[in-house]
């Protein structure tokens, strides 16, 4: 049948395909509905993503502070170098270091803890400081003892400009307010921070040691300079230098290319199950709409269509409205960018802007056809059992759905590459896989689900209650809407429970540190000299505190076995983290409370002059390190080596001290150290800042309480937005229930009609639907439920490693309220079959 | 060389789940062109499904139709349906038209799939010959039953078919509605010179028809 597709062919088909789809789009419209919202959310999904991208990466430069980084860590590194590069190129040099910054009045006196940044007269290389008043930023160059404080320091210390507030031990003058800087990546990105010029070090008169000073360099290459040649040339005058490390515009801000990457995977997946979830609707209403159609579709075939010509015309119908749909939720989608970029800007200080990428329409439009198609096949399939010859018998067949090997295959195909297109480059293809996998293996449970019930109910001996009688028929009559409304529902709520689970379980982990385990307080940078002097100051002001002392110092792993650890751990290791920079470590007499050992001894104590260490358990099993293998430290540019003698289980979530490695004391005790310490108050409201701020002015305080409400109001946007957008789901799984309704409509105004000759009242009428939704509600609910313990738990335990509880109250306050939207909606839509006309129906019949 | 249609040997079975009905028994029929047949019979005689299989819309259980000497049981559905396309138009006892098209592009589909030139103009040309001037853009509900049958008519005979089968057409209608569909059916069959089989209950308008035929128990008698 080649001739089938000639030209004039296609415009015959094409042309009534848009008669039928401009006469018939009411009927279609729960097609175009959830399509649409299915599509949109797709699209405002990706749409955020392309323009959160761009954003980064035309501010890459900006973002990073230059066209290249040298980012020495905690010391000043070689200056000769630096100042080779400086020949031919512009450096702005920078250090960052945090402390504790209080307001000088009378009394109520206030402190926070800050992260402040000295800079030169060159700073920013790229992009510009937005503040107030303007000029500011001058004075903090030209007149010393004057600083710039962020918009949150400004309000939480309730300071006015050119008051005048304490750093460490010395009194500065706020001569403005930062709104934003262009270099977010590096400073930790929700924290407060002030920047300084360049002579505050030697103001403060900082002790290396104590303050985790932080030196980096930003680089900014000559106009018209090859930029690979020039960092060529900057790698080669580093290439024997291993302290340092070198970035570039495109890893800048990699931590938030990453969280975006990760949430728009996920948000990507839901959307993808609401589209699904609307593509079983798709198939419902089209077989209903193709059976409306069916003495159509015979006289077609009787006037001597071909099939084939028949379902392009429906296939065609079903393009031109993905065209107009896809392109309608992706032009819109564009209007959401302004709402996101003022929830974004507030936080990270970025400003998207909307961006059209042909690439992300066509992804969006073959994401949508693909549904379409894979839906419609069955469903479209079912035209070739229209017979003409039904047109001289007067009797019309219900068409069914209908699956040949050839179809089956096709769909699969089709579904395989949806989700090859989900998977590839996604964050983390593995998860989006088993996403996939769960997802159909919940389709199949609840299709079952509903096979098994209608079974049941059918084997079910006859009972006297009436209104039971007749729920049990309606749900296993043929054209039942009992599987559909299995699936749709089911899906959406397992999807949106199993994310209320994982939300609550992940608030809770995060939040329960809080009461019992965690210290009130963190103190950081207590020198050696002044050990006992904080110590008689906490105790002074609470007898009974819970105070932990314990010495640090800064190492780095230079070589485990002799190798260099960075030649073979790749970055994706769990544990990258203890060998990417310098850690800090303790040591201590004895093992710690909470630091079982799982493997090895604790210390040798005939051997005081060797370095033992004993290593986390987890990072061992990472590293695939034995109990004597051999670690070379770089400690304060000293190599040492030390013996691993035995492996901690370390559980960091509790926030108290933990450490990495620990060593004998015996031999670190010889190291020149500081001590971190953490306090737990008897009464919190014990402890006075200022007075130990009076006491030792370089002590940092970080009050974990703050800290951890900081991650918990951002956990808590994060939740709702997820919520928001899984409903999403539930409206498009009641959307297709609803429809499916209505496509069963005339079936059920019929047999209402029925019961109402019979002598029904209206209440047995509505006490049977009522049966009816509460026996597919509660084994909806009942198996969504199993699903959403096993995938929160999952989850919870196996990709965040927390712990995982089951939560009654939050499973039942969303199951309720699912139940009460689905029963109203069902009730609305059954409403106007309640009341049929008895009269034209008879006439009719 | 002008045999139209020649059914040789042509039986239909249908298979219950008990057992086989006969419907049709060794039809042998030849006609020709320009022939106008009238098909007569009791209910359940069978008269339906030969104008079925003459049509290429049912397959016979054995026996060989030639249509314009093509035997049409060797072809495949699509191919018998590009042959009922071009050359036969059907018209059904209860109408059957589209019920979303107008009565104009109910006409115009069949003269848009044998690619005529203007079908809309035509189409109107031939419903204002039918007397529709009026009903052009009404809705198949919008319509009487006889105006309905005669948007039907126009429909089966707009591409000019060389056969036009018609099952009963008069059999929803009254006597003055059956008189007028009778009338615009052969006076079209003489004009355009193409064959007519019609089946009616209605002696009068078999009369009509130069050969008559009847059928009893599955076989012509
Ligand atoms: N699909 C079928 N299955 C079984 N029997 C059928 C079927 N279609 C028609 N018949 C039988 O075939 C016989 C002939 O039917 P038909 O051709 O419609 O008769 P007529 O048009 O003369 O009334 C009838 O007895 C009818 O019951
Ligand atoms: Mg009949």
Redesign the pocket.
Known sequence: MEKLFKVSELNLILKYALIDLVRNYRKIFSIILTLFISLFILSAILTIENSLKKELNDNAKALLGGDLEIDYHSVEGNLELVNKVKEFTTISNMVEFSTMISTTREDNNQSLFTRIKTVDEKYPLYGTVVHEPEGAINQIHNEPYTILVNENIFKTLSLTINEEIKVQNQIFKVVGVIKSVPDVSGFIVFGDFALAGKETLDLLKLNTLGSFLHYEYKVKFNEGDNTNAIRKRIQDIFINDTKVRLRYPENSASGLRRVIDNFSQFLSLISISAMLIAGIGIANTLLSFINQSNMSIAVKKALGFFSLNIKTIYYCQLLILLTFISIAAYGLSFLLVPMADTYLSKGLGLNIKPLFSIFTFIKIFLVGLLVLVIFSIPTINAIDQVKASNL??NVFQNLQFYYSKKSIFVSLLFLSVLILLFVIGSARPLYSLFYFGAFFLCLIVFFLLSKFIIFLLKSLKSTSNIPLKVSIKNITQTKSIMPITIMSLGLGVTLLLTLALVGTNFKREVAKSIPEIAPDYFFIGIQSTDRDTFEETILSMDNNVRLEIVPIISSGIVKINGVDPKSYIKRDNDSYWVIGSDRRSSWSDEVPEDNPITEGKWWDLDQPNKLQISLDAKVAKDFNIKIGDIFTLSIYGRKIEGEIVNFREVDYRDLSINFAMLFNPQFANTIPHEYLATAKFENPTKFKETVMLDNLPSLSIIKIADYLTKVTDILNKVFIAIILISTITIIIGLIVISSAIIVQGKVKEFQNLVFKILGFSKKEIVLSSIIEFILIFFSVILIAVLFAVIGSYYVIEHIFELIWQFDLKVLFNLGLSIGLVTLVLIMLTNLKYLNPKVYPLIRNQ | MNTLLKLKKVNLK?Q?DKDT?K?LNNIDLITKKKDTISIM??????????V?LIGGLEKATSGKIFFQNQDITALSEDEVSEIRRKHIGIVFQSFYLIPNYTAVENVALTLELNKFKNPQQQAKELLDRFGLKNRFNNLPSQLSGGEQQRVAIARAIAMKPDLILA?EPTGNLDSKNSVMISNILFKYVKEEGSSLII?THDSKLANKAKRKIK?KD?KIV
Do not use: Q
């Open positions: 001289f018998r | 249908y219950t009905i419907v019979g009791e209910s359940g005689s069978g008269k339906t499904s030969l079925m099952d089946v059928i599955g």
